[in-house]
Structure formats: C-alpha cells, structure tokens
T-cell receptor, first 114, second 111 residues
Framework: KQEVTQIPAALSVPEGENLVLNCSFTDSAIYNLQWFRQDPGKGLTSLLLIQSSQREQTSGRLNASLDKSSGRSTLYIAASQPGDSATYLCAVRPFWNAGNMLTFGGGTRLMVKP | DVKVTQSSRYLVKRTGEKVFLECVQDMDHENMFWYRQDPGLGLRLIYFSYDVKMKEKGDIPEGYSVSREKKERFSLILESASTNQTSMYLC??????????FGNGTRLTVT
C-alpha cells in the first residue's frame, strides 16, 4: 500500500528565506504527484502537478521536483512571504489507478514570520 | 474558474441521526470525491464517483454511503451518525487527469 510522508511536519522561517519542503512515497509506480496548499479552515488549492515522466514544474516562486526512482519530491519556495503561511500537502496518484484517486501525505505547516 | 460548493460550512448533529452532506461542482467534471481530514491522520478517501450513478469505495467507506444522481452533485450520507465521524469533510472534483478542485469543507460535529 502506498504511503506518503512529509517532513518536517512544521516549519517556521523569517520572511525572505528560500525553503524546501520534502515529500517521500514508498511505491515508485506513480502516475503523477501533486502539491496543494491549505489555508486554515479551508479546502485545498492545487499548486503544481508533475507527471511521472517529468522532473520538475515551476509556477512563479514555486518549483516542484520529482525523483520517481528514489520516491521523493521537493517543493522549493523562493523568497518566502508571510502570505505563504499555510499547510502544504503532497499527494500521489498510483499508476494503476484510472480514477485520479490520490494518497495524501500528512502535510507541512509553514509559518513565515515578517 | 472551477467552483466546488459544499452546502454547509458547519454542522452539528446528534448520534444516530441520518446526515446528508451535499457537494455541487459547476464545470461538468466526471470525477467527484469525498475525503475526511483528521489531525494526525491527514486526508483519507471515503468514496469516489467517476460518472452518474457510479461509485467506488475509498479507504474508509464504513459507515458512509454516497449518491450521484446528477453529474454536478455528489452527496455523502451518514446513515446513523456516530461521534467518531466528527471530522472535516472535503469534496473534490476533477476532469480526466487534471488537478483536483476542492470545496471549502464541512466541519461536522456529532454529539
């Protein structure tokens, strides 16, 4: 059974710092990997989706990488801002799954201090 | 922009009540999902539907059922609510392989 782990569970950084969030998964037979952001009491917002054939995706100050063979993905946030404070979740879709069902990690709660 | 609307932000129900959680999406997505989110356990899939009247069990379907009579609407039903079903419930939809779009969630408390 696929297991997804995110380390650290919580992170506090000063504004302006570049930071890396980690996601690892146990079964490398994935179809894609997604990163989401969740603000307190709200639903999830999709940030980046990486297909299994891709190595990375970029959107603005965010860059996500995927190393399928080692079962790892990282989310890089450049020049962090207080508005980046949220919980970040990664999720994988198994290769065999035709229905876009995802397995989620537990999330990293990020606090960016002004 | 895709909109996924969950009918209630907060619900308080009594043990044994039948509870309906409603979710509507406005972008003709074929896939719809119900997740629950609990501290320390993350998001867990309850049920999934890939078409009208079609459903698949997720990881934790026990105590729940679902209904999808129309493409835009996916309902989660708690036949007899119990206190261990107190949770945040999140509905999502997607088109094919596109990213999931989530609603804002329903926080259900069962007393």
């Amino acid at each position: 059974k696929q297991e997804v782990t995110q380390i650290p569970a919580a992170l506090s950084v000063p504004e302006g710092e570049n930071l890396v969030l980690n996601c690892s998964f146990t079964d490398s037979a994935i179809y894609n990997l997604q990163w989401f952001r969740q603000d307190p009491g709200k639903g999830l917002t999709s940030l980046l989706l990486i297909q299994s054939s891709q190595r990375e995706q970029t959107s603005g100050r965010l860059n996500a990488s995927l190393d399928k063979s080692s079962g790892r993905s990282t989310l890089y946030i450049a020049a962090s801002q207080p508005g980046d404070s949220a919980t970040y979740l990664c999720a994988v879709r198994p290769f065999w799954n035709a229905g876009n069902m995802l397995t989620f990690g537990g999330g990293t709660r990020l606090m960016v201090k002004p | 922009d895709v909109k996924v609307t969950q009918s209630s932000r907060y619900l308080v129900k009594r043990t044994g009540e039948k509870v309906f959680l409603e979710c509507v999406q406005d972008m003709d997505h074929e896939n719809m999902f119900w997740y629950r989110q609990d501290p320390g356990l993350g998001l867990r899939l309850i049920y999934f539907s890939y078409d009208v009247k079609m459903k698949e069990k997720g990881d934790i379907p026990e105590g729940y059922s679902v209904s999808r009579e129309k493409k835009e609407r996916f309902s989660l039903i708690l036949e007899s609510a119990s206190t261990n079903q107190t949770s945040m419930y999140l509905c999502a939809s997607s088109l094919g392989d596109s990213p999931l779009h989530f609603g804002n969630g329903t926080r259900l408390t069962v007393t």
